[in-house]
């Protein structure tokens, strides 16, 4: 297991809902192209606010996953 | 649009439901009497215990108003 | 009030749903054994992934329980 | 409890004893315009040289005050 | 001069040219309101792109200003 | 708009006469091959020396570009 | 000597005149139970208010104390 | 598993060789008392200097070990 | 000199033996699909822990390489 | 003013009585040798302990200094 | 090349025009009595504002040079 | 032990074979001038590379060492 190699990325995702939906939803647009995802950290959260009500819950997260199998 | 000045100002939003109604909360507080809301970023996140179980979901967020327009 | 002395714990609690149910998660683990507890301050969050999918939402977090009355 | 909001501000006060000292004056000079204040955190502490010599310690300081009650 | 006491606001200016010029905008809206400002911390900056080009540099910064003379 | 997913990436532009200018041509060379560029945010800034003189001014910037429509 | 091992533990200790006295009393508690405490390092500062005026000042510190002798 | 809670703690570690072998020797004397350890995270690493050489190696970590079962 | 642009990469590379071969392994790996990398840049490091033994050492790095010459 | 160039070094100053005592006795070392002390910046702040006792209160503090007048 | 030495110091330089200039200033000033100067980091960025106006713009850096040689 | 007064300076070590190495060599080099050294906090590491193999391991450390006598 020591071998493995991960790259990670950063994304930015959103939700009307909840800061996890805008993590799913960062990771469903990174699995479309991706493979082996493992772990999305979160590094900031955001709610955008459109006429002073929330519009838009963000979370820019951190994805990693392997390049070499264990 | 270049010429935009934005201030910031920090608040400390709760809920017992979750970090997100905290950071409305925060929102709904200042909204009474600050106009061009625009984001509300968020610093950090905490949970108060009462007699050993969840009592307020606590958000602290800073947030970001036009001062001038584009 | 000005004696009282608190210690401070580090924990990792987990929940299929939210970060809130992780936190209180750890919370309730921690509450098994300790004593009056105060407050679950965020440290980190992210979301355990499996087969591309959310497996997990984690919260590190930093309890601070009471050692001294007031 | 749950439903209340804080407004944080930052402040520098000062003295000539101690940045025990130059808290209270940040502290005093905000309570004169200020109700429900609840905590100074220190963010950073420096002292004011005057020709080789200590002249005053300053603290800055992040003072939280309720805007809503519980 | 250990007496005086300083308040801090954030603020973020913006400007077609330079970032330099974007701080300074921040300050030339802050002096409408308030005197005696005497340093402007840069927190972050960044640049808008609109188009694939740059529109705006900004800079988010800290102003303090005091409120008690020495 | 909640919808929205971006990705972020982490560049190093130079100039030999400016920040600003470096930012710009971390952007130039990103965007030749990205679309939807928004933000270039600073992470560090330096200057190269070279025989005691200012050689070139770098940008550590992060963009980010937009993945999906609104 | 290269072969100690050392453990760290988070206290929060408060006294109604200083951060010192804070500090010392957060290392008496501990020292109730522990044994070769060898440093208190500052994580952070604050002072609690009520009703306007200084309650306490508590120091978070880190202490490290020897598991293994030498 | 997304149930399982964990718990952190701080140690030190030192070794005359490397900083890979503090860390083993922070992990073997937590591992005395402690099961199911998972990770140990580098917070610092330094080396102690005697008579101006190398004395000790010395890392502070974090470990996280399983308090509860998946 | 001063026009280059470079891009950075964040991987996580592990080993058995030490975080220098973790380091190695994730350019290896980088290596086999990008020209020009300079610098290996250390975020974190930790080590794996398997049934109360050391099982990895696991280095996450940022790599810079250049994408246009000098 | 504008064209004044600054020198930081960094102390470790300590007391049995105070960290203002602390950082007072780094910058009266410093003073021998040095001219044009404006600030001491606390890093950080540290008490050691001897047999279960503080034995001193330590101050990290960067120290600035004029090297060119205004 | 790996046996090189360097040693950093830190500087703040000032200029009435830029952050660039600033920067170049505190080099020249270090250039006086350094050799093998190779980068200057940025740490702070702020500007000094006098009646309201802008007075001087600083730049805090990390100056690097090289002690031995490749 | 009280009164004692540390200086620390900052230095970059490298090596071709590991950051112990290249942290042995800082100290040594400070060592044909400095007395007294006692601890090397490491700040930073990072690995030089050179036609996409390492070149050399380099460790950015903090050197104290103390300027009086306990």
Redesign the interface.
């Known amino acids: 297991?020591?071998?493995?190699?991960?790259?990670?990325?950063?994304?930015?995702?959103?939700?009307?809902?909840?800061?996890?939906e805008a993590?799913?939803?960062?990771?469903a647009?990174a699995?479309m192209s991706l493979?082996d995802?493992?772990?999305?950290?979160?590094v900031?959260?955001?709610?955008?606010?459109d006429e002073?009500?929330?519009?838009?819950?963000r979370a820019?997260?951190?994805l990693?996953f392997k390049?070499?199998s264990d």
Do not use: Q
């Open positions: 297991m020591s071998e493995s190699v991960y790259k990670i990325i950063e994304m930015v995702g959103s939700s009307p809902v909840s800061w996890e993590t799913k939803n960062a990771v647009s699995g493979r995802l493992r772990i999305a950290e979160v900031t959260l955001d709610m955008k606010i002073g009500k929330p519009a838009a819950f820019r997260v951190k990693s390049l070499l």
